[in-house]
């Protein structure tokens, strides 16, 4: 099987270019491609940029100029509920366009809905099962000490749920409120998942997306998540797609 490894920015998964073995570097447009092998394993990983658009142009791309099997995304995530902190790990079960609404065109009748009504695309429970194995054995190699260059401190929580996608960084406490009123079932917030997802549906391929929680979506979030992602995510992420392979 060969997956599609996808992160949005470099500091998410691009150090594990340095594990892919009879590495070949192909470029499509604007974007590079790095294709080989993992443990023995199939990949091909690019950056996607921000937002749908660019998930999706990736996830295509990947799908039929490379025909990859499946696509992982990892990367960073905005928190929609208290219980969630800053570096702890969402595993998607569904993966959610929040910011799409055509509840006015309910009731129209005489036209059927192109593809989807819904934005809502449930994670295939085989890959939402190869995702929580990584993200665990990830969690056990922490208590093990076996990373070094990640801080002692760093503890965890792993949950199981809905990630919301739209085309925005949210950084208030409004504009949370405002997705959470229409989906209260979404633990976090980011801007590629759900685009991936959907193009993965019109391929009838798998995908899964871990994201890790780099900020609360409220009025300090540009500041945790230039933190976050300078100080700990490369480290982190780049590990639990390693685990991917194995």
């Excluded at 000490?145 to 996608?165: C, L, N, Q, R």
Aim: aromatic share 8%; net charge negative; glycine share 8%.
């Amino acid at each position: 099987m060969k997956t599609g490894l996808i992160g949005a920015m470099r500091e998410e998964i691009l150090l594990l270019e340095h594990d892919i073995e009879n590495l070949k570097i192909v470029e499509h447009g604007v974007r590079k491609f790095y294709e080989g092998t993992i443990g023995g394993k199939e990949v091909v990983m690019c950056l996607s940029g921000w937002g749908k658009v660019a998930a999706a142009s990736t996830a295509t791309s990947l799908i039929n100029l490379f025909g990859v099997d499946q696509i992982v995304f990892i990367g960073l995530a905005g928190s929609l509920k208290a219980h969630l902190e800053i570096g702890d790990i969402v595993v998607a079960d569904k993966l959610v366009q929040h910011d799409i609404d055509l509840s006015r065109l309910d009731g129209f009748h005489g036209v059927e809905p192109p593809f989807y009504k819904k934005f809502r695309f449930p994670v295939r429970k085989s890959a939402q099962r190869r995702a929580l194995e990584a993200v665990t054995q990830f969690g056990y190699n922490l208590h093990d000490k076996k990373y070094p260059e990640i801080s002692s401190d760093y503890h965890p929580k792993v949950y199981i749920g809905a990630i919301g996608t739209g085309d925005q960084f949210v950084a208030s406490a409004k504009g949370k409120e405002k997705i959470t009123a229409h989906h209260p079932d979404l633990l976090c917030t980011e801007m590629e998942g759900a685009a991936i997802a959907q193009v993965a549906a019109d391929y009838s391929i798998p995908c899964s997306v871990i994201r890790i929680i780099s900020d609360n979506a409220d009025e300090e979030a540009h500041d945790s998540f230039a933190q976050f992602l300078f100080r700990d995510i490369s480290k982190i992420s780049v590990e639990i797609a390693r685990l991917m392979f194995v």
